[in-house]
């Protein structure tokens, strides 16, 4: 097979150029230049080499020098007395602990290289040492005194055992010890690594439920009763169990009278329910502070969306009633947990001063589990004291309130509805019915369900309170009837009084402008009712700060 044309004549051209004259001469000039840089790279490298050899030379040559003339001063000091004499007076008779030091570093210094002289002599005429003895001169060579030995025949030998006792005591104050743990470090120290086992025991415990391949057969209870429920209760096991865990499509306090609000047609309602609830207890009461809804590791975009919004809407109300019995928006947070799988998201659930919420959310790891422990104990404690300290004692005193200004309330609006003022003076009240909507005259009409006097409720809810924001007004007189007024929560920012003393002061200038209206002709202005409520609840935050 032949060459190619083009080949053969390029490869003709090469050999012509590479054997001009020129062409290598400029070969040799490029290969002397990298030989001769070579070379310098090499001499260099001896030349440091040398240096070092030298110093490390000059080095050993002044410590041979030295160890000579350290050698020249102890012969000398031993002519003058023994070793041990100069070590008993050196330490007895000092007084200072500087010269102390001093005398004993020196003849600790003479004893040593005594005996090791004498080793190291017998070392170089070529006679064998035991492995104690090559111990012995390498250390008195080098001026090491080891204190931490213990046989006798080693280095204690040397001195005698009053001596060594001093030198031993006079050392101790350099020892470095381990500086001990303070109590709260262990105690988190402790409370992380008791975390971790018990992680790595769930994790052995449940191999099926966690084999990816068994997925079908593994529901959202197991993961949620066998994997995480056991995790939280160790998370939460908090002072005697502060807060306690409640399973198994539980309604949280507060929920039904939420959603009542927003079917007020209906009578039977019960509130929406979630699978995991973080609850702390007050006598017969619970507060809600965190919860959680589970699913399967693969569950679908729907389940996921249908579970964060019951959590957002069920965190929200929470929020709500931890605010008003905490009365500090900045601490009042709620916790929505949604487990799909071994999945964790937290999220958190924050009020504004404007009533409006926001929600932080973020996946957990070992630092986001330790900060949802320590947030839902710190809530926890908060609520223990708000309801101690303020709760009751507001109660109280509101019904105290309550009582003193409106004794026999319902007996009082009975006598004065208008079918008994027309019995009464049936001259100036044509009949029992209302004149504005021609309606029966009962007390839960003429305070709460007419026409006009839903616009005066609807004002002052919006104005006052948090929730509900649009009242039913059935409603209201059902709880006030029977004084159950805990699904109503004033603004976090009306401290000064309570929801009693809201009721109560609403309701006696509704009447008043009721009869004024009648009696008098005054129009019953909304804005007038409202400034004079606003006067009345001002003068009773007044008062209560005062109690």
Known sequence: MGKHPYVQDFAGKAKKYLK????????????????????????????????????EAETLLKGVKRLKNLNEQIIAERQ???????????????????????????????????????????????????????????????????????????????????????????NKKFIMKIPKLEKSLQEKWEAITTLIINILCLVDANQFILEPSNYTKVSERDFAYQIWLPLLKKLFHINNDLVRIKVRETVLSGSTYSKADLYPNYDIIVGFRVDIRVIFDFKQDEFDIACGESCISLPGQNKLEHDKSKLLREGKLMQTILQNVIMDPKESISWMLQLSGLTCSFSTSHNTKYSEYHVNGFFSVIEKLFMFRNSVEKTAHK?????????????????????????????????????????????????????????????????????????????????????????????????????????????????????????????????????????????????????????????????????
């Open 20 to 55: 001009l004259k020129s062409t290598q001469d400029i070969y040799q000039e490029e290969f002397d230049k990298k030989k001769e840089k070579e070379e310098r790279l090499i001499s260099k490298r001896k030349l440091s080499h040398q240096t070092q050899l030298v110093f």
């Open 383 to 547: 609520l223990n004291n708000s309801i101690r300290t303020r709760l009751d004692k507001h109660q109280e005193r509101s019904l105290q309130n309550l009582n003193a200004k409106d004794v026999g309330l319902s007996n009082f609006f009975r006598v004065w509805r208008v079918d008994n003022l027309h019995r009464i003076i049936p001259t100036k009240i044509d009949g029992d019915y209302y004149q504005l909507c021609k309606l029966s005259e009962t007390e839960q009409h003429m305070l709460f369900t007419c026409i006009q006097k839903q616009d005066l409720w609807n004002a002052a809810f919006k104005k006052y309170l948090s929730n509900p924001k649009d009242p039913n007004c059935s409603s209201i007189f059902q709880g006030l009837s029977t004084l159950r007024l805990s699904k109503y929560y004033i603004l976090h920012y009306h401290d000064k009084f309570t929801i009693y003393d809201f009721f109560a002061a609403v309701i006696r200038f509704i009447w008043k402008a009721h009869w004024q209206q009648f009696f008098e002709l005054t129009p019953d202005l909304e804005e007038i009712v409202i400034n004079q409520i606003q006067k009345d609840l001002l003068k009773l935050s007044t008062y209560n700060s005062l109690c």
């Open 80 to 170: 003058e007395s023994s070793s041990s004499k100069n070590v008993q007076c050196s330490i007895d008779n000092n007084t200072s602990a500087s010269s102390k030091l001093d005398k004993n570093t020196k003849s600790l210094k003479e004893t040593l290289y005594a005996c090791r002289e004498e080793i190291h002599e017998r070392y170089k005429q070529g006679k064998s040492l035991i492995g104690d003895e090559l111990k012995t001169m390498k250390y008195g060579l080098s001026c090491i005194l080891d204190l931490s030995e213990t046989r006798e025949n080693v280095t204690r030998c040397l001195f005698e055992p009053k001596v060594w006792s001093r030198i031993v005591n006079n």
